[in-house]
């Protein structure tokens, strides 16, 4: 089983100011969605990459993503074939 994936940002940058954007950021997305194990947090990392390529999103946590592929699992190799091929579908 993988280590449990544990998230402050949202408190931690925003939780006076949007209380609820935290909880829903730190408590459900990274505390309950990305600790389900249905799929494997590799396979997480890989749709997380491509969902947010196909939002436009290229900024910071578009890196911070690349980078947490790159630790569970996700070679080099493999995230240039994932962005070469999504972006023949995601423009």
Request: no cysteine; aromatic share 12%.
């Given at each position: 089983m993988a280590e449990k994936i544990k998230q402050t940002a949202g408190r931690d940058?925003?939780?006076?100011?949007a209380p609820m954007f935290a909880h829903l950021n730190?408590?459900?997305?990274?505390?309950?969605v990305w600790n389900e194990n249905a799929i494997d947090?590799?396979?997480k990392c890989i749709i997380t990459v491509v969902a947010l390529m196909a939002s436009g999103i290229t900024d910071s946590?578009?890196?911070?993503?690349?980078?947490?592929a790159k630790n569970n699992?996700?070679?080099k190799a493999e995230i240039a074939a994932i962005i070469t091929h999504a972006t023949m579908y995601v423009g």
């Open positions: 940058q925003l939780g006076e100011f730190d408590d459900v997305l990274f505390g309950e947090n590799k396979t946590s578009l890196g911070y993503h690349l980078l947490n699992g996700v070679t």
